[in-house]
Each structure stands twice: as C-alpha cells, then as structure tokens.
C-alpha cells in the first residue's frame, strides 16, 4: 500500500473531510422541514420576501459605510458580496427547508415540460442537500448518473436567487435549457421567484426580459455572445445582461474543459481576402498525395514479410520509420505493426533519425535528407506537415510556378540587403522593400492554404473529424458525437477541406468581438458546477477557476460491474469479440449500450451486425434528430443501441421490465478515448440508483490511442505471454497502463488549455479597460468631460512631440505641431500666436482655444445633438479600432511562434507586442475621437443609428495553442530541436467558427450604412 493510499483510510478523503463538516448542516435542514408541513404556501411566499429584505438590509449597511471610504470599486464590491454571503451562510438551512418543502407539496402533481405531461415524484435525498451545500459554496458536485443534479441546483439558485442580483444557470443545450427552466421553474414560482430560460430563437427584448428574472437558463453560447453583443450595442436600451453574481453550470466537464479551447467569437465578412482559391490549389495537392501514397507503397512493398533472413536491419528501421511518417495511418503500415519485432524495428529506425539529425549529438544530416524519399512528412502528434525539398520541386512543377515561389523569403536579412545596397536612392529602397512586403504576403497566403489542404488531406477523416451533408462539410463533435450545426474550422481550415471534398468553398470571415470560455465564466462573483466526471480533472479546475471538487456519494450504493479492458492485435479480432458479446447480451435479453469514437466506427459496427441478423439503433452525427427517442429506448428488454461517445447525454436511460434479472444495462466501449472522463461518462449510463449493470472496454494495438502512446509497451506484453492472433489478454496491468496514456494526453491538452489561457489573459485585460470605456460612453448622457479630458491629454502628448525644453523654441517643429491641430482639431493658430507663448504654456494656450472654438459648436449645433454626436464618435471609434487590434492580435499570435527560434519566449514577447499594440490603438482612438468630434458634422440620430448596426454574424473558434508558440505535446527540449531542425513553421490546430447568414437587404456590418448586398456583399 503507499503512503497516499494509506492516508486516505486512515483520514478520508478530501471530499470525505468535506463533507463530514457539512452532515451537521443537513441535519439542521431536516429538523426546519419537519416543522414546515403546518404552514401554508403563501406563509412561504411571504418568509421569501423577509428573506430578501434581510438580505438588503445587509447589503445597505455596507454599501453605507464604503461609500464615503477611499477603497477601490473593486474592493468596495467585494465587501458588499462578503455581507450578502455571510447572510446567505446564515439563513442556508431554513432556505433549503422550505425549497424540499415545496417538492413535497408537489408531489403527485403533473404539469406540461416541453411538451411533454410530467408527474413530480422528487423530494430531495440528504445526499442531494449535501450536494447543493456544495454548490453554494462555490464548488463542484461531483454526482453520478441519476443522482438528481437538476433538482440539487434548485437548492442554491433559490438561495442566491433572494439577493435580486439574478442567478445564471448554464446547461449544455437549449432543449435542456427548456425543459430544466419549465421542470424546475415550479419550485421557484411556488415559493414566490421568478425564472426566465434564454433561447437562440429569442430577440434582444425577450432576452432582456428573461434576465431581469430572478433565475435564468441557458447554454453557455447564449450568455456568452449575449456579453459579446452587449459590449457591441449602440444603445443603453439595447444592453440584455445585467450582474455577473452567481452562476451553476451543469455538466462543468464538458463545459469549461471539453469547450475551453472555443474561443466565442463574433465576426463579419472582410473586406478583401488575399487567400488563394483553395479549390484552385487542390488538383495539385491532391496529385501531391498520391504520389506520396505511391511512394509509401512502394518504401512497405521492399520490406520482407519475415525478419529472419534480413542481413542490415539498420537499413530496413530507416525504411520503416520513413514511411511511417509519410504515411501513418496506411493499412500495409498498420498490419505490419501488430508484429511486435515491426515495432521495435520502427522504434529503432526513430532513435535512429533522432541521433542523426540531433545538432547537440553531432548532426550528421537534415531532416530533408533523412526523408528524401517523401514529398512531405507527418508528425502526427505535433499536427504538423512538412514539405520536403522533393515535394517543393513537385508541388511547383504541378503549380507551373518556380520553387521559390513556394519559399517565404526572409524579410529582415532581404531589408538589410536593401539598406546596405549602396547604389539605391531612399525612395528606390523603400519601393523595394514595398514590393518585397507584398512578396512575401503573397507567399506566406500560398504557403498557408498549401499547408491547410495537406492537412485535411493527412489529418482530418470523413465520417471522423467531419460528415458531408447537402453539400456542406459539418463538424462532427470529438466529445458527443454530434454534429456541430453552424461551426466552421477558422485560420483556413474549413475551406481547405470543403476544396478537398469538391462542395462549395465559402468566404473567410474577420473577427468582430471576442471573450473565450475561461475568461467569461471568471466574471461571476461565485461559480460553482456539477458533473457525473470531474474529479479527473480536479488539478485544472482549481488551476483555472479556483473551484474545489467534492465527490458527493451515492443514495444507493452502485453495483454496476466494471470488467478490466480485453485488448487484441488487431481492429478486426476485436470488432468480432464485440459482436459475438452483443449476440450473447441480445439473446439473454440483457440491453446493450456501445459506446464508439466515430461515425465511422459505428457505422461499421452496425452494418457487422445487421449480416449477424442482429436488429439495433445507431445514433451518431447523422441521426441526431432522433436522439431522444433513440436513448430512452436504449434500456428495453434485448435493446442494442449504438451512440457515437457521449450522444444522449442529459437524458436517463430507465430499464424495462425484467432487465435487471438479465443484469441491467451492458456498456461495451468500442475504443478508449483520450480522456478518462469520457470514458467514465460512458459506464456512467449503467447502474443508476442502484441498479444491476456492467462495463467492459474492446482494444486493439490498431487503436489511435494505443498507437500514438503506448502501443509498444503492450505488445511487448503480448509477445511475452505469447498471445496468438485472435487471443485476448486481460489484465489489470493492461488497464493501468492504458490509463496511463490517458494522463498523458489529458497532461498534455491541460497545457495547451492553459497556454491559450496565459496569451487570453493579456487581451482579458485590454478588453475589460476597452469595455469598461465603451460602457461608460453608452450610460453616461454627458461625455463632454471625457472628450475635454482626452482633449488635455492628446494636446499634452502632441506639443511634447514637437517641442524639446532643452533646445531653443527657434529649433521647436512650429510647422508639424500647427499642421497635426489643424487637421485633428480643425483650429489654425498661427505661427506668431503659438511661439508668442511661453514655451510652459503652449499645451494650455492649445487647449483653452480648443475648448473655445467647442463651446462656440456646441452654441451652433445645439447641445443635444452635440451630445448625441459625442456619444455616436465614441462608440463608432472604439469599435472600429478594436476591431483592427483583434485582427492585428490574430496575426501577431499566428505569427510570434517564430521567436522561438531566436531563443525568445514568444509569451513574453507576445505581451510586450501586445502592450506597445494597445498604446498605440488607445492614442488612435483619442485622436480620432478628437477629429470627429471637433470637425464632424451632425446628419441626424436615425442616420447614425443606421451606421452602427451591430453584425449579426457570427464564428466560434477552436484554437489550440501551437499557434502559440507551443507544439501540443512536445516537450521543451523536442520544441528546441523542432524549430531548428524544422524548414516549417509550427501550425495551429483546427479553430472552429459558427456564422449566423447576414440578409442581402440587411445593413453592411461594417458599418457603412449601405446594405449589405450593394457594399461588402457585392461579390458575395
């Protein structure tokens, strides 16, 4: 036993700790609901309205004794949520009482949930008051399946829910959204709240009347843009959302972690795209993939079937390991390497390649050299293709350009050459270093769309990654299997393999607005989740968002039998080891659940079982209409359902009449996924409250998983123990090594999620400052001070650029200095006038005249309106010049992994760019702001209004973090050897947008006024 374990029995667990402080609450709950049962529901109502003016009186006390005090808003905020928590704390017992209370007096009632008649049958479990304590506290519930989450949450949201600062609920779908809001929604009307449910459908009036509610549903997308859309609203009135106080996010997993690499993103069309035609890009591509697939063959037709005889294994490893990075997922490839001697052969192939192109161990060749006989090679971890010299040669030659027209030329070593060429004038050099600028723009896009199609070429599967319906290329979920309605790969991605599928290429797309997942959630003042799968994840959850995890347990113990993993060598002897335990299910009547990765593999399953004869349902991306149905069945008598992952998720799988005695719901996983907690999920849907149910896991070495990570290390089991083909070798040992690989992977995406995080950080701050300015100019209804206070510090800015207090005033730039005023503030000070002032003088002389020639214009125009202008310039000026600074961050972090290779830390030098970056946009803004105001001319409220209509389309993006000068998965010391054995850049994975279609009659978002047909929609 070690130590950690040896703890644990004698002390308990963390959550064990956590709970034994909690029991005396939950004691204290039940004695106040047994003395409820002789009061009536208004007495109810009415303690409701004493509960929250015992709360505001709280509050006032505090707010009365920071107002006058020198602390900070901030701090002076905190003090006030301190009160109203102490209070909360306080009162906790007798609010859970009444809310349990209102679940008995519910019970037998029936009632309409989407359609749907209901019979209320829950009163809640002391384990479920255990659990909303929890939530409360601004932590994590961790509750199995059918524990009764949704009724938990009702515990807390009511509690919160009495400091009128509105309680947020984020569910993963609308339809849950729905249904918990109108489910639940009894409890909260009967003891006097009100409960709103926001949905995609809804305008900006019904949003904005389901968040003045005391609690509101949603999905994390829709409280997400709604913040994005807010902070892009032209008017006060147009705001939905109000406090960030409290909030529940059911299914937490999937939320912060399965979606905090999406990035929620409004965007619109951009004006020009500089990209190449991808579809005329991809004949050549796809000719460059085939010569490498026929190269592949032919590296695996001259490898023997038999080792025995081979007389320079050296020769034969190299051989290998070539083609394994040409090709990896290649069927001749993959059956060799269920020989284990195949795979030791390969391992030492890339021991090989390591030692030999390794400048630290005396680099005896380059990569190129190594894999002369490929176009490009593949590795598979990092995500990352590299073409070759051969495959550049090619790749021109099927192009009809020059090789160095596919080579990004060197900007900064071409501008030294230009500087140093002593026969060019100044206007000559800079006309070259134009031309060579747009030379290089030109092929870095080529060069980017090149890599794009290689990729959806090599890494990215049809019916794996992506399905193709009615023309259209759809994201199919890696995580729920489902499809993904709206969402597009971004940075090219998407288009490359709508080329590669030969379906409509669609127009790129520029950010607008943006906040990612971890960054909105951490605006709450409490946050707190629940989830059947969370304590996996633990480690990251206190990491990023500072929540603990308790592990809340069972009312009736869980008897499901969770049998160890049977692994095999191949695909196929597996996928006849699932079939024949399906058949053995389906005729002892026991129902079967399998669980697979892809629509592929589920597929495949299924038309397997239909030549057994064997009736089933599949649900995956393809069938998701009938999802519901699909899964409620999934517990009948004889049932065999097959769901792609977690598809059903949030819907009870109920057993029919005489399953248990058959032994309850059976999960068969067809594969392991990368992460424990799916895995976890999966046998989650058996053995619910109590019920019979078993598990089991089918592997093989062919297994993505298993090959990427730990594939070797089995077989070399297998050899030992002499496993023959279509044996199975079950072992504990297995298992744990397989969950090994798992922590690995679940390591290595915790990192790329926090390095996505480290660089959001540094626009999580320049958007707050950037919002926080927006919000005032919207609230306020008299700006002038902050225009005048923008005027003294642009005046201020501007005469220290063109005077120097240690020359003499002759020397000053009188002729600069006067020209910036004129055309910034549209005052002309003569010469004579500017240098008659003392040289300490000329910032103030400036700013009285200024402030002079604006009270004579506010006198012409008429106060309102130049209040109204005030706020129209303020508005439009930060909006546009935002929008600049997103795209000119978007092309910073695509591009600052190349500091790496100057032994930089691209982190550091992404925040010093992105500081100097914001300077600069904050002096633009300033100064525009000052041009509009002092020499705009007023055309009338409803004209403006028309110009600032907000862009309703919309794009969500995965971005994974080797854009970030991170390669996923490697370490240090690889990342080092990579950038400077590499000719290629480091790619960023897949980002994924979702659009909202912008109307041809509807208004150009990019603010012109013109509609959207006659101006960027023109060759839409």
């Known amino acids: 036993m070690s130590i950690g374990s040896l703890l644990t029995s004698v002390f308990g667990t963390s959550s064990d700790r956590e709970i034994k402080k909690i029991l005396p609450l939950v004691d204290e709950i039940n004695e106040i609901y047994s003395t409820l049962n002789t009061k009536s529901i208004e007495q109810l109502r009415e303690r409701t309205v004493e509960l929250k003016q015992q709360i505001a009186d709280a509050r006032k006390v505090v707010e009365d004794n920071v107002e006058n005090s020198t602390l900070g808003r901030d701090e002076q905020h905190k003090r006030i949520i301190k009160a109203e928590q102490e209070v909360l704390d306080e009162i906790l017992p007798e609010a859970f009482a009444m809310v349990k209370d209102v679940c008995r007096r519910l019970a037998g009632q029936e009632w309409s949930i989407v359609g749907q008649k209901i019979r209320w049958e829950m009163i809640p479990y002391d384990v479920q008051l255990i659990g909303g304590i929890v939530l409360h506290q601004g932590m994590i519930s961790e509750m199995k399946t059918g524990e009764g989450k949704t009724l938990v949450a009702t515990l807390p949201v009511y509690l919160n829910a009495l400091t009128g600062r509105g309680v947020h609920l984020v569910t993963v779908n609308d339809y849950l959204a729905q249904r918990d809001s109108e489910w639940m929604g009894r409890i909260y009307t009967e003891l006097g709240l009100t409960v709103g449910c926001i949905l995609n459908s809804m305008d900006s009036d019904e949003r904005k009347e389901m968040y003045?509610?005391?609690?509101?549903?949603?999905?994390?997308?829709?409280?997400?843009?709604?913040?994005?859309?807010?902070?892009?609203?032209?008017?006060?009135?147009?705001?939905?959302?109000?406090?960030?106080?409290?909030?529940?996010?059911d299914e937490v997993d999937n939320i912060l972690i399965?979606?905090?690499?999406?990035?929620?993103?409004?965007?619109?069309?951009?004006?020009s795209s500089r990209h190449e035609k991808y579809d005329k890009l991809n004949p050549a591509i796809a000719s460059l993939v085939r010569y490498q697939r026929e190269n592949v063959t032919r590296i695996l037709s001259e490898l023997p079937d038999n080792l025995d005889d081979v007389k320079k294994p050296e020769e034969l490893a190299r051989k290998l390991y070539v083609a394994s990075q040409g090709m990896p997922k290649n069927r001749r490839l993959r059956k060799l390497l269920e020989d284990s001697a195949y795979q030791?052969?390969?391992?030492?192939?890339?021991?090989?390649?390591?030692l030999l192109t390794n400048s630290k161990t005396g680099q005896s060749m380059s990569q190129d050299e190594f894999f002369e006989d490929l176009f490009y090679f593949v590795e598979e971890k990092q995500h990352n293709i590299t073409l070759t010299p051969y495959g550049e040669e090619k790749l021109a030659s099927l192009l009809g350009i020059k090789v160095g027209e596919l080579v990004v030329p060197d900007l900064a070593e071409e501008f030294v050459g230009i500087d140093e060429d002593a026969g060019l004038s100044d206007s000559e050099k800079e006309k070259q270093k134009i031309e060579l600028d747009q030379k290089h723009s030109e092929i870095s896009d080529r060069f980017h769309n090149i890599s794009q199609l290689l990729r959806s070429y090599t890494l990215y599967e049809k019916d794996?990654?992506?399905?193709?319906?009615?023309?259209?290329?759809?994201?199919?979920?890696?995580?729920?299997?489902?499809?993904?309605?709206?969402?597009?790969?971004?940075?090219?991605?998407?288009?490359?393999i709508e080329a590669k599928e030969k379906v409509k290429?669609?127009?790129?797309?520029?950010?607008?607005?943006?906040?990612?997942?971890?960054?909105?959630?951490?605006?709450?003042?409490?946050?707190?989740?629940?989830?059947g799968t969370a304590l996996t994840e633990a480690a990251e959850f206190e990491d990023i968002y500072k929540l603990g995890v308790i592990a809340i347990p069972t009312n009736e113990p869980c008897v499901r039998d969770d049998h160890e993993d049977q692994v095999y060598k191949t695909r196929r002897e597996k996928y006849n080891a699932i079939l024949d335990e399906i058949e053995e299910a389906y005729h002892r009547g026991q129902p079967v659940l399998v669980g697979?990765?892809?629509?592929e593999v589920s597929e495949t399953i299924s038309r397997m079982l239909k030549r057994r004869g064997l009736p089933h349902n599949v649900l995956n991306a393809k069938q998701h209409q009938h999802e519901a149905a699909i899964v409620s069945r999934a517990g009948e008598k004889s049932a065999v359902t097959i769901a792609t992952n977690m598809a059903g998720r949030g819907t009870d799988i109920k057993l029919g009449e005489g399953v248990k005695n058959a032994g309850g719901l059976y999960i068969i996983g067809t594969e392991r996924h990368e992460s424990r907690r799916i895995d976890l999920q999966l046998r989650g849907r058996s053995g619910r409250q109590g019920d019979p149910g078993a598990s089991r896991f089918f592997l093989s070495l062919e297994d993505d998983l298993m090959r990427l990570f730990n594939s070797e290390r089995i077989a070399s089991i297998m050899d030992r123990m002499g496993i023959e083909e279509g044996q199975v070798i079950t072992h504990s040992m297995v298992t744990r090594s397989?969950?090994?690989?798992?922590?690995k992977v679940e390591g290595r995406n915790f990192s790329i999620r926090k390095h996505l995080l480290e660089y959001d950080d540094v626009m999580n701050q320049q958007r707050e400052i950037i919002y926080d300015r927006r919000n005032y100019a919207l609230k306020e209804e008299n700006i002038k001070v902050e225009v005048f206070d923008i005027l003294d510090e642009w005046v201020n800015d501007t005469v220290n650029a063109y005077t120097d207090p240690k020359t003499l005033p002759e020397e000053w730039d009188w002729d600069s200095l006067r020209l910036d005023l004129k055309t910034t503030l549209g005052i002309d000070i003569s010469l004579q006038e500017l240098s008659n002032a003392h040289e300490s003088n000329v910032a103030q002389e400036i700013v009285k005249r200024a402030r002079n020639y604006y009270e004579r214009k506010e006198q012409f125009m008429g106060i309102e309106q130049l209040r109204y202008l005030e706020k129209f310039v303020t508005l439009r000026t930060i909006d546009e010049k935002w929008r600049d600074h997103l795209y000119s961050m978007d092309q910073l972090?695509?591009?600052?992994?190349?500091?790496?290779?100057?032994?930089?830390d691209p982190l550091l030098e992404y925040k010093g760019e992105a500081y100097k970056a914001f300077v600069e946009i904050i002096n633009e803004i300033n100064k525009q702001t000052l041009r509009m105001c002092f020499r705009a001319q007023f055309g009338g409220p409803q004209q403006e209004r028309q110009q600032l209509n907000r862009p309703q389309r919309f794009r969500m993006e995965h971005q994974d973090s080797t854009g970030l000068g991170l390669a996923a998965g490697a370490s240090d010391q690889q990342r080092e050897v990579q950038a400077m054995q590499s000719g290629d850049r480091p790619r960023k994975q897949a980002p994924v947008q979702v659009d909202d279609k912008i109307g041809r009659n509807d208004p150009c978002p990019c603010g012109s006024g013109k509609k959207y047909k006659k101006c960027h929609g023109a060759n839409a």
């Not at 409280?223 to 959302?241: H, K, S, T």
């Not at 399965?258 to 004006?271: F, H, K």
């Not at 259209?472 to 969402?487: A, N, Q, S, Y």
């Open 212 to 249: 003045s509610r005391d609690i509101t549903y949603g999905t994390n997308n829709e409280f997400g843009f709604d913040y994005l859309r807010d902070n892009m609203a032209i008017a006060a009135e147009d705001q939905v959302q109000h406090e960030y106080y409290y909030c529940i996010v």
């Open 258 to 271: 399965d979606e905090a690499r999406t990035p929620l993103i409004i965007s619109g069309p951009v004006s």
């Open 344 to 354: 030791r052969l390969m391992q030492q192939g890339e021991r090989e390649f390591l």
């Open 464 to 496: 794996v990654e992506y399905v193709v319906q009615d023309g259209k290329v759809l994201i199919v979920d890696e995580f729920t299997g489902r499809i993904l309605p709206g969402r597009r790969y971004s940075d090219g991605l998407h288009q490359a």
């Open 505 to 531: 290429v669609e127009a790129e797309t520029q950010t607008f607005a943006t906040i990612t997942i971890q960054n909105y959630f951490r605006m709450y003042d409490k946050l707190a989740g629940m989830t």
């Open 596 to 599: 697979t990765i892809s629509v």
């Open 738 to 743: 397989i969950e090994r690989a798992q922590k």
């Open 893 to 904: 972090k695509e591009g600052i992994n190349w500091r790496a290779y100057g032994q930089k």
